[in-house]
């Protein structure tokens, strides 16, 4: 499916999401436009793949020092 059809198809969910409301066809045309950008520049990037050495040798972080359940002074 070509750019301009995703958009397309994209936009009319976007006006079919917010109750078919008239008036807005531009509204909703440019937000189609917004998020096909980000999921094409998205997959250009690839998927994140965590670096395995990093924290590998730590404890996990438990939001604060704590030393038998009570904060370290």
Known sequence: MDREER?????HEI????GRP???EREHWDQAVQEIEAEDSEAE?????PD???GADSEPDTGG??????PIS
């Open 15 to 18: 006006w079919e999401r917010e």
């Open 52 to 54: 395995p050495t990093v």
């Open 22 to 24: 008239e008036g807005r």
């Open 7 to 11: 958009i397309r198809r994209r936009a």
């Open 65 to 70: 020092a704590r030393a038998n359940g009570k």
């Open 45 to 49: 990037r690839g998927p994140v793949v």
